[in-house]
């Protein structure tokens, strides 16, 4: 791994819990509620797709990768009769703020950070990437808490659409991969199959799959070859989003971890964001 992919991958840990809290605060969800959406997983897909404006299922489905169908289908695109984009959008930002305004102690380098992760979007490439892109269109707010969280959410979404990008490259569907990150022991079964809606014969079928390709063993648990693709599939990711720490160099990266590195513990540490999570996050 170059220097740059392994800034990448600190990056990412560095800022994942923070944006993370969007999931987990309680904030976000009364928000989603107050504009007449109708329960989590409805706030959930309505408001990470808000930026591409009153989208369907299958193109969500395709972008959030690692989702049952049926639960997309669930939330959309029935969220847009009860709320526009532009007012989920709005109210979504409002709340993280509130939420990590509550949540984070009082620093003084709010500012900082803001404006370090603002110069590693300004650092991304949107090519093939239509969800962070569509974020990256988001105005930036006047406030330095919500502008962290929103550069995060840029960067992490830049990341999250690279990483689909390897895992199709490497022939995994969304499941599949959910399977493989399973077995690295980053996440369980438990947490991943509720989480993103798939039944016992969906996970099931795709074990079969993985089994036959010699990815996972009878046990369910990575082959060598499986750990291999799983070596590879986090290279690439790293790689694809190296763009980012390219654009601040090595000091301004090393900083802006050092920024958020604390932020996040704390998020962590209080129960904020609990480990494991869906995302395969760690302390960091």
């Not at 987990?24 to 504009?35: N, S």
């Not at 090519?127 to 406030?143: E, N, Q, T």
């Not at 070859?225 to 790689?239: K, M």
Request: glycine content about 8%; hydrophobic content about 50%.
């Amino acid at each position: 791994m170059d220097s740059n992919s392994a800034l990448a991958r600190r990056l990412w840990a560095a800022i994942e819990p923070i944006h993370a809290v969007v999931y987990f605060a309680p904030e976000p969800v009364e928000a989603a509620k107050a504009v007449g959406l109708r329960g989590w997983w409805m706030g959930y897909f309505a408001g990470r797709a808000a930026p591409l404006g009153p989208i369907g299922a299958p193109a969500v489905t395709a972008m959030f990768f690692g989702f049952s169908p049926a639960k997309v289908a669930r939330a959309l695109p029935d969220a847009w009769a009860y709320a526009t984009p532009e007012r989920v959008l709005a109210a979504r930002i409002d709340a993280v703020e509130a939420a990590l305004d509550r949540a984070l102690p009082a620093n003084g380098n709010r500012e900082q950070l803001a404006d370090l992760l603002e110069r590693a979007v300004a650092g991304c490439s949107f090519d093939g990437r239509p969800l962070a892109a569509a974020w990256s269109a988001v105005p930036r707010p006047s406030g330095a808490t919500a502008r962290i969280w929103l550069a995060a959410t840029i960067l992490r979404e830049h990341r999250g659409d690279g990483h689909v990008i390897a895992a199709v490259q490497a022939g995994l569907r969304g499941l599949d991969a959910t399977l493989t990150q399973v077995a690295t022991g980053a996440t369980t079964r438990e947490l991943m199959q509720v989480n993103r809606g798939w039944t016992d014969a969906d996970w099931a079928e795709s074990r079969r799959e993985l089994v036959a390709r010699g990815l996972l063993d009878d046990t369910a648990r990575l082959t060598r070859s499986g750990s291999a693709l799983r070596e590879r599939l986090e290279e690439v990711t790293d790689r694809l989003a190296a763009g980012p720490v390219a654009a601040l160099g090595e000091s301004g990266v090393e900083r802006a971890i050092a920024l958020a590195t604390p932020l996040s513990r704390h998020l962590v540490d209080t129960g904020e964001i609990p480990v494991p999570n869906p995302m395969g996050a760690p302390r960091p």
